[in-house]
Structures are given as structure tokens and as C-alpha cells.
T-cell receptor, first 121, second 112 residues
Framework: EAQVTQNPRYLITVTGKKLTVTCSQNMNHEYMSWYRQDPGLGLRQIYYSMNVEVTDKGDVPEGYKVSRKEKRNFPLILESPSPNQTSLYFC????????????????????FGPGTRLTVL | QQPVQSPQAVILREGEDAVINCSSSKALYSVHWYRQKHGEAPVFLMILLKGGEQMRHEKISASFNEKKQQSSLYLTASQLSYSGTYFCGTERDGTSYGKLTFGQGTILTVHP
């Protein structure tokens, strides 16, 4: 079954304790992204990756790190979590565009993981 | 800068129509629409590209006005299953692929 998986699904931790949220996709997608979702703010992109070893900042990257050593995995690392990082996190993946009629590459349909609810005390 | 969605919430009876708008102050290359049901992940509805056609997904359609930097999502003859939060996501024109900025969401509730 084609899917994006995230682990853990729920996590309660304390300020300053490093943690990693894993994300894996089995669709051979080139593109992967991390989002956080907070009430009233919608989905905000944290980091994205266009391919292995290629990552860049989204709109809210402060306090987060990512790596893309393998195509299928895109872990999100919080080196020193703080309470303002309490949120619902989603990982997403999508395939690369065949340029075709498009002027440039653009997002295709993104497949989202089930989400990770993180609470930092 | 996040696109602005309006309205923030809408309540319908089954069979009624609704329009959700998504506006940006920046020139856009594409607009994406997703629906999220409570407790679930967002699910893709459609993508509209600059210069592209109006898109359709079942009884849901959308348009993209490049001059106004605005997209509208049209929900026709709404069904109970349409309930959820709708998000638009935008890619800015003149930039390379990568950043996707979502609006704050519109909560749609459909009653029997």
C-alpha cells in the first residue's frame, strides 16, 4: 500500500531534550516536506527536500533540522525543543513533475502522513 | 506571506452551494486545494497552474484568476462528506520550486 508513515504518532517531552520524528514514504517520491499545524494558522512549511542531500528552509525553520540521506526517509530533528514547538506535525511527499506543459517544476499531489502530535512541557 | 482565505467558516445544509476564496498579495504560479477532516491528514483535491484550465473534482471545481492572484473553490450541491477544513496552498511566481505556503483554512460544516 502506498503510504507515508510517521513515528511516533504522539510524543510528550520536556524542554531541551533532543528528539527525532521519522518520516518514510514507499512511493519513490523525490519531494518531501515537513509542516506544522496550529489552530488558526493552517499548515506552515518547516523544511522541504527536492531530492537526496537537497534540502531548504520553508517558512518556519527556526529550531528544526532535517536530513535527506536516503530517498525514502526525511527525519525532523528538534535539537532543543521548547514549548512553542508544541504542535501537530505532518510529513508529505510528492513525485517530481515532468516539465511537459509547465514552465517550471511545481508541486504535484502531496501525500501526507498521519501526523505526529508533539507536546513540549 | 500566507494567502488569505475567506470565509473563515461556513455552515450549509445538504444540497446547498458554497464558494471559498484564496487571495495572495504576490504573483502566483500555482494554487493547490486540500481538504482535511477532523483528526485526519489533509487530502489533495486539485492543482491550478498559471495559464491552466479550471479544474474539477467530482462536484467540486476551482478557478484561478492570475490577474487578481485569487483562486476560488466551488462546492456544488454539497454533501455531508464535504464537511472539513479546506486549505489553499500557493507557489509564488518567479521563484523556483520548493516553497508552498498554505492559508489558515476554511471550516465547512454540512448539516442534513
Amino acid at each position: 500500500e502506498a503510504q507515508v508513515t510517521q513515528n511516533p504518532r504522539y510524543l510528550i517531552t520536556v524542554t531541551g531534550k533532543k528528539l527525532t520524528v521519522t518520516c518514510s514514504q514507499n512511493m519513490n517520491h523525490e519531494y518531501m516536506s515537513w509542516y506544522r499545524q496550529d489552530p488558526g494558522l493552517g499548515l506552515r512549511q518547516i523544511y522541504y527536500s527536492m531530492n537526496v542531500e537537497v534540502t531548504d528552509k520553508g517558512d518556519v525553520p527556526e529550531g528544526y533540522k532535517v536530513s535527506r540521506k536516503e530517498k525514502r526517509n526525511f527525519p525532523l530533528i528538534l535539537e532543543s525543543p521548547s514549548p512553542n514547538q508544541t504542535s501537530l506535525y505532518f510529513c508529505a511527499s510528492s513525485r517530481r513533475t515532468g516539465m511537459g506543459k509547465r514552465e517550471r517544476e511545481s508541486y504535484n499531489e502531496q501525500f501526507f502522513g498521519p501526523g505526529t502530535r508533539l507536546t513540549v512541557l | 506571506q500566507q494567502p488569505v482565505q475567506s470565509p473563515q467558516a461556513v455552515i450549509l445544509r445538504e444540497g446547498e452551494d458554497a464558494v471559498i476564496n484564496c487571495s495572495s498579495s504576490k504573483a502566483l504560479y500555482s494554487v493547490h486545494w486540500y481538504r482535511q477532516k477532523h483528526g485526519e491528514a489533509p487530502v489533495f483535491l486539485m492543482i491550478l497552474l498559471k495559464g491552466g484550465e479550471q479544474m474539477r473534482h467530482e462536484k467540486i471545481s476551482a478557478s484561478f484568476n492570475e490577474k487578481k492572484q485569487q483562486s476560488s473553490l466551488y462546492l456544488t450541491a454539497s454533501q455531508l462528506s464535504y464537511s472539513g477544513t479546506y486549505f489553499c496552498g500557493t507557489e509564488r511566481d518567479g521563484t523556483s520550486y520548493g516553497k508552498l505556503t498554505f492559508g489558515q483554512g476554511t471550516i465547512l460544516t454540512v448539516h442534513p
